[in-house]
Nanobody, 127 residues
Framework: QVPLVESGGGLVQAGGSLRLSCAASGDTFSGYYVGWYRQAPGKEREFVAAVTTNGRDTYYADSVKGRFTISRDNARNTAYLQMNDLKPEDTAIYYC????????????????????WGQGTQVTVSL
């Protein structure tokens, strides 16, 4: 893991869009997978999307496929989550996290393996 800061959340109507950013510090960002996760009130944190170190392979939860796009810009030490066609059920606090590239990418789907989480950014989708 590398320290990360999420931003870009806000209030949006159903059908709208938001772009979240995940900013890293240090000089090792390109060696980490990056994932996005979310936690709705009363529910456990769940996997949303993940991207490999060079951005060439992406993975998504079924609930967001076709609507969300994860990407990264290693030169800017930043990963993104473009969220389109937002639904009320997308309302949650969104977090990003990272894991060194020597782990299998599939481990990014397991929220329990991360030792720590940042503050996250709130996304609220209204009807």
């Amino acid at each position: 893991q590398v320290p990360l800061v999420e931003s870009g959340g806000g209030l949006v109507q159903a059908g709208g869009s938001l772009r979240l950013s995940c900013a890293a510090s240090g000089d090792t960002f390109s060696g980490y997978y990056v994932g996005w996760y979310r936690q709705a009130p009363g529910k456990e944190r769940e996997f949303v999307a993940a991207v490999t170190t060079n951005g060439r392979d992406t993975y998504y939860a079924d609930s967001v496929k076709g609507r969300f796009t994860i990407s990264r810009d290693n030169a800017r030490n930043t990963a993104y989550l473009q969220m389109n066609d937002l639904k009320p059920e997308d309302t949650a606090i969104y977090y990003c996290n990272s894991r060194w590239w020597t782990s299998p990418i599939a481990t990014m789907k397991n929220t329990m393996d991360f030792a720590s989480w940042g503050q996250g950014t709130q996304v609220t989708v209204s009807l």
